[in-house]
């Protein structure tokens, strides 16, 4: 079992930032790849960004590219989004995800965070 711990959301001004931070628990977070999904209400969950085991390839959503940024640290169990230039359009319910898979799709996620709510306002 991995348990995941996501904080650092909240309420920000189009045009701002925020870093969104992810601890884990429980099985070897170095074992897995990790990455952000989100949800806007009445929209399905997308992916947003990974990264893999060692931290030297990432992948990003098209609409998130050149303003987000995924990183990890292994020795701290820690993976986080530093998000730029914020779009309202980036309001939804972000997750923290771990999978042995890249790259990630919702259906091969092996566990999830509880989520954090990310609202830019315009």
């Known amino acids: 079992q991995v348990q995941l711990v996501e904080s650092g959301g909240g309420l920000v001004q189009a045009g701002g930032s925020l870093r969104l931070s992810c601890t884990a628990s429980g099985r070897a977070f170095s074992a897995f790849a990790m990455g952000w999904f989100r949800q806007a209400p009445g929209k399905e969950r997308e992916f947003v960004t990974a990264i893999n085991i060692l931290g030297g390839r990432t992948y990003y959503a098209d609409s998130v590219k050149g303003r987000f940024t995924i990183s990890r640290v292994n020795a701290r169990n820690t993976v986080s989004l530093q998000m730029n230039s914020l779009k309202s359009e980036d309001t939804a319910v972000y997750y923290c995800?771990?999978?042995?898979?890249?790259?990630?799709?919702?259906?091969?996620?092996?566990?999830w965070g509880q989520g954090t709510q990310v609202t830019v306002s315009s």
């Open positions: 995800a771990v999978s042995r898979i890249l790259p990630m799709t919702s259906p091969q996620i092996d566990y």
